[in-house]
Structures are given as C-alpha cells and as structure tokens.
C-alpha cells in the first residue's frame, strides 16, 4: 500500500491534534501539521505532501494568503489543495474554489470522516 503525505495547516492546536489523529486512522496517510501559513509554505517545499488540508481563518498569513504562496511556488505549484472553514455558504465555496482550492472541508469536521474526505481527494477528481 503506497503512503499518502497529507500536510494539515491550523493555527489552533486542539484541532491540529484531532485532525491529525483523525487522518491517521488511514493507514496509508502519513500525517504532518504546521501552525501557520510560513510555516506550511516551508514544510510542504521540503515534504512535497500529497495534499494539503488548509484553514482559511488563520493569524497572519491567512489560508488565501497561503494558497496563493503555495500555488506560486515551482515545487508546489501542483499540490491540491483543500480549505477547512467554517464558512460554507454557497458563493464562499464558490471564492475559495476559485483562488485554486479543489474544495472545501466543512468546519467543525467529523473526525470519524475526515480521513475518508480527504482520501476522496486523494483518490481523483471530486465533483462539485
């Protein structure tokens, strides 16, 4: 079984805690977390993660801000990229999508689900 690399990105620590015990109940996911944009943008230059799991509320470089960073960086240009937000109306969705998310985790998530969502995206396409 190949190891899946899933970078998770938020400025609060019990939810980093839950969130990584969340996706370690996959197996194949190999689990990194980072509290801050600067620090996700080093991390995911050196780990080269699967996808990143990014919140968009977040003290200094926030989750867009990031985003953008991340997507105008050679090395991880390419990494897809989905925001966890409380903010899930439809034309938020819609904004976030079009800064180069490939989709948005609603947030609080279930913890029993969140490795089965963001294997969806690791699995391929997910329709909108």
């Keep these: ?27 194949a996911l190999d689990v990194r977390t980072c509290a801050s944009g600067k620090e996700a943008l080093a ?13 968009v509320m977040m003290p200094g470089m926030d989750g867009p801000e990031t985003l953008a960073q991340l997507k105008a960086a050679r090395q991880t240009t390419a990494i897809p990229i989905v925001f966890i937000t409380a903010r899930t109306q439809a034309y938020e969705i819609e904004r976030f999508l079009s800064l180069g998310a490939i989709g948005v985790i609603a947030k609080p998530f279930d913890p029993m689900e969140l490795a089965a969502q963001a294997r969806r995206y690791l699995d391929g396409p997910v329709e909108r």
């Design 43 to 55: 991390v995911a230059a050196a780990w080269l993660p699967h996808l990143i799991l990014l919140d």
């Design 1 to 27: 079984m190949a190891t899946l690399r899933v970078l998770y990105v938020d400025d609060e620590a019990d939810i980093r805690e839950v969130a990584a015990m969340s996706l370690t109940l996959d197996p």
